[in-house]
């Protein structure tokens, strides 16, 4: 299990996702909890998606709105910006996550508050921003119970939506009693949110600034949206007198009837809902009546994500509404779990938008888009058509040709560019091809015994450690045409 | 009818009985085959891979070689895949209109053989024989790209003397994914223990699919555990008929 916070979006190299999945594909514990719950959400999520008539429609829909969101982006986060501001909030601009950090301190210092209360969020994640506060002497409580037990824990999150995936009733029970000093607890769901539930409220009252994230935010109104399931993201977001929201330039949405769409693709594809438990907007502030802050600042951060919109093929990846759909269908997440992918964003969308939002050339992220079998389930669901094995393509695309023109000798000279290229060319000659056959067939003979090859060296070795490999037959089948059918 | 065989260069290399058993079944419902000789491989392998600069001259020299026919077929739905839905990607990458426009041309004539056969010739029953236990696996760029649907299940039904038995999720990727076999060698091998599973759990003895690629891998691993279970390509029981071996 993952326990420091570096990643991707962290300074300084991460490992990459083949050295770290080995780790994880070994836990046999962590296997069986991923097993087990990506199963079930899965299915349940295709008898909720299975019950609606127009969903292919939907999916259309909401991938043409987030398109046109991106087409003229410039232009909605504008009129969001005059939006918010019109309903008495003040809207932030952060080129990158030091620059969002730093905002969002000084709201908090200003208020002299020591303490803050969070919403689930995983743009605070992306930039780190509780490590960044505890260094100016602010502490951040997160208030997702999962969100908790990751604190609680001194993990990261492992899933978009769950983040505690990971980890079964027995674990959350053992560190309750730890953490929480709850002596007599059981692993009951209902006593374990008990122990959660009376240690937040305590925090839910006594903070002044609240932090959350945004699903969505719409430009015509100025109505941020955070989608949860457990009510504590709405404690957040009107208990105390500020609220601070961090939100990826990309969630602004042009107008409120957008809604419809989205409403109805996302808790189906996250939760399996029908209709989400928590669905709270807030426009501005709240002024002298009702509940609701009283100071409202939104943070609109960029953070790498203009440079994967200047990319045709990738800026897909901005389509994202985070509902982790991939992650659950995904036979490679499903096994390795999401701290091997090293980033806030694991899974099928991770793999494409962590080494787009950090730019190619790093050897962590740059692994990632190498993190599938290209089997083609996550597009099946994604709920805004992001043809994700495209993009994985097109980014494994980048990273070589990154390698071949920017890298070092070490990276020319890999044997892997060089096999890649003599193939190339035996490829574009059929006589050169023919021989390369007849080789084939004359050169595999140190590895053939009792007909078959169950030992091959370098890199082709990660074949035969548990898996056999046929030897070339005496005869190409083209060899069968000539001497059957003549010439072609 | 008249048909271009795609052999594709893995089953010209290493699955030659895929390629004679093509050859048999479509001569066999009256479909004239021809193979050109000039052709090798589609590009799948470097393109999937990140070396597409290098897949660009297989791309053009595929539209040289199949260009020019009605319809091309192939033993494989990953081959197939490429030419139809990864080759408009590839041309965008040379900025070669006349390319882009000829592989926009040409995708649509590509086909996989059992689509091909019931999509296109509209036969289900191609007069097999095969009396042995078989399970089936779809493979995803079968399903998931090229759509080919129940089209190779219609097929396997109406072979005589044939026991077919069903995967429990088959659509659930066997691990592997071309180059992702050896660069994430274990994830690939923690798919194929659950694929390898839900094999033995059908007792079949065979289990076949419309591509060697994922046979190649199911089979390597049943193999290497001596589990007396073998993997044959779906051609070569569309091709066994009554009083053969």
Not at chain 1, 257 to 281: I, K, W
Not at chain 1, 435 to 454: C, H, K, M, N, Y
């Amino acid at each position: 299990v993952k326990t420091n916070f570096s990643d991707a979006f962290s300074p300084g190299p991460t490992p990459t996702f083949e050295m770290s999945a080995r780790e994880s594909l070994s836990d046999s514990q962590l296997r069986r909890n991923l097993g087990k719950a990506t199963q079930t959400i899965r299915r349940k999520r295709a008898v909720a998606v299975e019950e609606m008539p127009d969903w292919e429609g939907l999916r259309e829909a909401g991938r043409a709105l987030k398109e046109r969101v991106l087409r003229h982006l410039d232009t909605y986060l504008l009129q969001l910006e005059e939006s918010v501001t019109r309903a008495g909030g003040k809207v932030h601009w952060a080129r990158d996550a030091a620059e969002a950090n730093r905002i969002i301190a000084q709201i908090a210092r200003d208020h002299g508050s020591e303490e803050v209360v969070k919403v689930k969020s995983i743009a605070t994640d992306e930039t780190k921003l509780n490590e960044y506060l505890e260094r100016e002497g602010i502490h951040a409580f997160e208030t997702d119970l999962a969100e908790l037990i990751i604190q609680l824990a001194g993990e990261t999150s492992s899933h978009i939506l769950v983040p505690a995936i990971h980890k079964n009733r027995a674990e959350i029970q053992e560190l309750f009693k730890e953490k929480l000093g709850a002596k007599d607890l059981s692993d009951e769901p209902s006593d374990l949110t008990e122990a959660a539930r009376l240690y937040l409220r305590e925090k839910f009252l006594g903070a002044k600034v609240g932090i959350s994230g945004a699903n969505f935010a719409v430009a015509e109104t100025g109505t941020v949206c955070v989608v949860e399931s457990e009510g504590n993201g709405r404690m957040c977001t009107t208990l105390p007198p500020v609220l601070v929201t961090l939100m990826g330039i990309e969630k602004v949405i042009p107008s409120w009837r957008d809604f419809e769409v989205f409403m109805q693709l996302l808790p189906r594809s996250s939760t399996a809902e029908r209709m989400n438990p928590y669905t709270s907007f807030w426009t501005g502030v709240s002024g002298d009546v009702g509940d609701g802050p009283q100071e409202f600042h939104l943070v609109l951060m960029d953070n790498g994500r203009t440079d994967v919109l200047a990319d045709e093929i990738g800026r897909q990846a901005l389509n994202c509404i985070r509902c982790s759909a991939c992650l659950n269908v995904c036979p490679v997440y499903e096994r390795t779990g999401g701290h091997a992918y090293n980033s806030v964003y694991p899974g099928p969308i991770g793999a494409i938008l962590t080494p787009q939002l950090v730019g190619i050339g790093n050897p962590g992220p740059d692994s990632l888009p190498y993190a599938s079998s290209l089997c083609g389930a996550c597009y099946q669901v994604c709920p805004v058509k992001i043809n994700i094995p495209q993009v994985l393509v097109h980014l494994r695309g980048k990273v070589v040709r990154h390698k071949q023109d920017e890298g070092g000798p070490r990276q020319k000279f890999d044997p892997e560019n060089i096999a890649m290229q003599t193939v190339a060319r035996v490829f574009s000659d059929p006589d050169l091809y023919e021989r390369a056959q007849r080789f084939a067939l004359v050169g595999q003979w140190p590895f053939v015994r009792g007909g078959s090859i169950g030992r091959l060296p370098g890199r082709l070795a990660g074949w035969t450690s548990v898996r056999d490999l046929k030897p070339v037959p005496e005869q190409t089948f083209r060899g069968w045409w000539k001497q059957n059918r003549g010439t072609g | 009818v008249r048909v271009a065989l795609f052999i594709t260069c893995f089953n010209d290399t290493l699955f030659p009985e895929t390629g004679r058993a093509t050859v048999e079944v479509l001569e066999r419902l009256g479909v004239e085959v021809d193979f050109p000789l000039a052709q090798t491989c589609c590009g799948q392998m470097h393109f999937n891979t990140g070396y597409q600069r290098e897949a660009i001259p297989l791309v053009r020299r595929f539209v040289d070689v199949f260009g020019g026919y009605d319809a091309v077929v192939a033993p494989s739905g990953s081959c197939v895949s490429m030419v139809r839905e990864l080759y408009p990607m590839a041309a965008d990458l040379t900025g070669d209109r006349r390319l882009a426009e000829r592989v926009d041309e040409l995708g649509p004539k590509v086909f996989e053989l059992s689509e091909f056969l019931v999509k296109k010739l509209g036969v289900t029953d191609v007069g097999a024989y095969y009396p042995h236990r078989v399970t089936y696996h779809p493979t995803c760029h079968s399903l998931r790209m090229l759509k080919v649907g129940d089209a190779p299940l219609e097929l396997l039904r109406n072979v005589g003397g044939m026991d077919l038995v069903g995967l429990e999720e088959p659509e659930e990727c066997c691990g592997f994914g071309g180059t992702f076999a050896v660069k994430n060698a274990d994830t690939s091998a923690a798919m194929l223990s659950d694929k390898i599973r839900r094999v033995l759990d059908t007792e079949a003895e065979v289990c076949t699919a419309g591509d060697n690629s994922c046979l190649m891998h199911i089979g390597g691993g049943l193999n290497r555990l001596r589990a007396g279970v073998g993997t044959v390509h779906l051609a070569q029981i569309l091709a066994s008929e009554m009083g053969e071996g």
